[in-house]
């Protein structure tokens, strides 16, 4: 029975300390009184505990302010230095490692780029080490201070005993990724959907941040979504949930990466507009639609979005793009009723940037009068790149939920 009475004191103020910091993380700084408020603890169990997270140096002064009739409130924040983040961005053009402190300052940056269609595994696991060391290194930081890496990868997440990672774009099949990095760092590791991990970013800092039910709709060379319901990822029955760009827009359409016909992201993805544009990303020489590299892709949808003041054929490119994308989003409104659609991604902000509003009259088109009017379509704020942000949300979410037990 002893032991039992053991476990629970344990387990309260393990849940006391992660209350506590996720207040201070996403509230602070606040003073102990505010904290009391925020959460609903004893002013004994707040100053215990705040105690502990001081001593831990997790937690330290960030000034005061006058009370009413009273001594200065000292005011209270999480540490920026106290721990480091790493966020990892295996994207369809590059490998992007960014290493980050507490407050999600980016400290170091490393990057290696990709040749489109060319994902062996081998070479892609020795990217991210390579990237782990050196951003580390770059910004001197102990390796202990690493609280964990968070790993966005393309493709389903299947969370299990073993995180096995399947991507039928880009001819993954059941990748052990996490055991083939294991193999290289020591570094507590956490996997998941790029997309989903810039959702969760979203949620938390950028457009999302308020709204309990919400779509993250990512565009780039491939088409994605973050689901979120009731303020948590929606992943499914088998982590699947989210594959918004191969849900179909045509049948018997264009043929999608994906093997199928008529997925949206043959209408909406990058390649796909520059290819019904007719003009292949600069640096492709052989007009096979690869390029060279993600800048060249980038650096093409960008001249066509530009091409479009003037010239009849871009603009009817983006006029044809906005019509399938508001289609698309018409089909997340009708099915998840959001409160909110925001669309992110490069090539989805570079879109939304110049068609916003065609975007949204497509879709008040498609979708079902009542549920468009309750919903707020919008850009992303955390940029075009933001999946390594994201990804290092992912051990953040861990450290916070533990009360920074690692």
Known sequence: MGQVNRQTVRDLRRGNRSTLLRQLFFQGPVSRQELGALTGLSSGSVSNVVGELLADGLVEDAGSVDSDGGRPRTLLRVAPGSGHLIGVD???THVRVELFDLALTELARWEHPLTPGRYEIGPIVEHILTGLDAVVAKAGVAPEAVVGVGVGVPGIVEQGPEVLVHGQTTGWDAVPL??????????????DNGATAQGQAEMWFGAGRGADTAVIA???????????AGGAPYRGATSSAGEWGHTVVQV????????AVGCLEAYIGAQSVLDRYGRPARGDRDGDGDGDGGAD????????????????RAREVLEETAVY??????DLINLFNPERIVLGGWAGLLLGGRVLPRIRAATAAYALRRPFAQTDIGLAQLGPDAVAL????????????TGAAR
Do not use: D, K
Not at 218 to 228: F, K
Not at 297 to 312: D, F, I, K, N
Not at 325 to 330: C, Q, V, Y
């Open 252 to 259: 018997g359409g264009r043929t999608c990466r994906c093997g």
């Open 325 to 330: 994308l508001g289609a698309g989003i018409a």
């Open 390 to 401: 994201g990804a290092a949300t992912l051990p953040l979410a861990h450290f916070l939920a």
């Open 90 to 92: 295996v994207g369809e």
């Open 218 to 228: 990512l565009i780039g060379s491939g088409v994605g979504a973050a689901i979120v």
């Open 178 to 191: 996490e055991r083939l990095l294991r193999a290289g760092t020591e570094l507590p590791l956490f996997i």
């Open 297 to 312: 892709q980038q650096a093409a949808l960008t001249a066509l979005v530009r091409a479009a003041e003037s010239e009849t």
